[in-house]
């Protein structure tokens, strides 16, 4: 097989946290299907989140039905599948393979008490040296340790436990794996050897039968069952490839896999994510190291909760102001007026952390801040003290990059945020660095698809895929403003070590309250 076959086409799943999306790409990228289903997250509890792994497989069998009933797609023509989708998840299988109780959720935070119990019993230092990373309540090894302590009838019957996307590849193929991205947010990972850890593993009661066997992200790792092949329309024996995490098969979709590059996305959260050649990891935690979906390939990876989600905030708070029949016309205006205020806000600052943070930051109980308001402040200058905000919080992980000699020379950018040129000349500025503005319409999926071409011969290698789906929009400079943001981002670094404390205090009132209410 080979990229020139038209004839040839690559199916790439993403299982994310409201549904399920199955796209159909041909080898010189386009997506030429792709049909969604809708799943939504269960809270059964407030800082619960959970979700039924069948309703996953029942989406999943639709959204793949949809696709291939499209004109431009038979199903003889799939030469192989991707896997990708929200991380840390956690399922629980039985001794008949069924799923023992709901999916905990990558958002679900009940687990706060379990992250202090395992780093406590392994220490904190000897946790990051055996996992490149810190535990965090979204993490999976702390929910198996929730389930053995609160549900030890639920632990007592584990035969096994998988990753959301891996559930999908256990209903299409039978066989309980994962991928070396994926496996690398479950804190039971030895992400510099690419392999479980043993001491992790038994530090948390992880017997060796339950763990998923670990495959490259685009090597075959089963293939496509007879009853699978019923429900789905697809030919049995169709070969599935390891797949990657969501944020490993984006950077895939979007060209970031060789060291060098970088992409930061501002979606409703923020990444930064930067390929690495060799392992490299923060000895103090702060950034997130993986394996990425190439071999001998890891990355750095910076998360911030609320970025474009920072904005839609406030953007909301104006909703009744803005005279307005349209959303987007909302945000059109909102922005032009930001753009009449010199950068800096005249000195107005804003502290992105609505959700709490997590890059440098891994503190729930961060809230957002306007800081060094005045009367000569209109509208305007807040605006633009968010879109600033949230490019400082972006720039704290790429500084922490660059200080473990990351330092990449080109830096793309995607993400609904990235529509916005204003936001994009204040990012290029804030990091210092010219961006590439790069759009890949479902581009978790189209990684995944992507990896499935290099499993099935249609590409030679992940870094030849991975420019096939690339859709460069545009390039954005720096502007003449570096010194006064500069001045600026010192102060910003000032503020959560001054106000952390009285984040903690705010916290515990609000808990109090809550508990009495």
Partial sequence: MHQSDRSVHLLGI????????????????????????????????PSWSEQDPTDWWDATVQSIRAVLADDAVTPETIAGIG?????????????????????????????????????????????????????LPGFTAPKIEWVRTHEPEIYEQTEAFLLPK?????????IQATDVSDASGTSLFDVEQRRWSDAMCEAVQVPEAWRPRVTESAAVSARVH????????????????????????QAVGTGIVEPGSAVVTLGTSGVVFAPTASYQHDPEGRLH??????????????????????????????????????????YERLL?????????????????????????????????????????????????????GVAFGLRESLDLMRARGVAPT??????????????????????????VHTTTPHGAAVGAALLAGVGGDVFPDVPT????????????????????????????????????????????????HDANS
């Fill in 166 to 174: 891996d559930y999908l590849r256990y209903c299409l193929t039978g």
């Fill in 465 to 512: 895929a991975s420019q096939a789906a690339v859709q460069v929009q545009g390039r954005t400079a720096p502007m003449d403003a570096t010194d006064p943001y500069d001045a600026l981002f010192e102060r910003y670094q000032a503020l959560y070590p001054a106000l952390t404390d009285q984040f903690d205090a705010l916290a515990e009132a609000t808990d109090a």
């Fill in 14 to 45: 993403d299982l994310g946290t409201t549904g399920s999306t199955a796209i159909v790409l041909d080898p010189f990228g386009t997506v030429v299907a792709h049909a969604s289903h809708s799943v939504e997250p269960d809270v059964p509890r």
């Fill in 289 to 330: 190291a993986f394996c990425h979906a190439a071999p001998d390939t890891w990355h750095l990876m910076g998360v911030m909760l609320s970025a474009a989600g920072s904005l839609r905030w406030y953007v909301d708070l104006f909703d009744d102001l803005l005279d307005s029949d349209a959303e987007a016309r909302g």
């Fill in 83 to 135: 896997l990708t989708g929200q991380m840390h998840g956690l399922v629980l299988l039985g001794a008949g393979g069924d799923a023992l109780r709901p999916a905990v959720l990558w958002n679900d935070q009940r687990t706060g008490a379990e992250c202090d119990a395992i780093t406590e019993r392994v220490g904190a230092d000897a946790v990051v040296e055996h996992t490149g990373n810190p535990v």
């Fill in 226 to 249: 007879a009853a699978a092949a019923e429900a789905t329309g697809l030919p049995e024996g169709t070969p599935v490839v390891g797949g990657a995490g969501d944020q490993a098969a």
């Fill in 336 to 388: 032009a007026e930001a753009d009449e205020v010199p950068p800096g806000a005249e000195g107005l600052l804003f502290l992105p952390y609505l959700s709490g943070e997590r890059t440098p930051h891994a503190d729930p109980n961060a809230r957002g801040v306007f800081f060094g308001l005045h009367h000569r402040h209109e509208r305007a200058h807040l605006t633009r003290a968010v879109l600033e």
């Fill in 410 to 435: 080109e830096v793309r950018v995607s993400g609904g945020g990235a529509q916005s040129e204003l936001w994009r000349r204040i990012l290029a500025t804030v990091l210092d660095a010219p961006l």
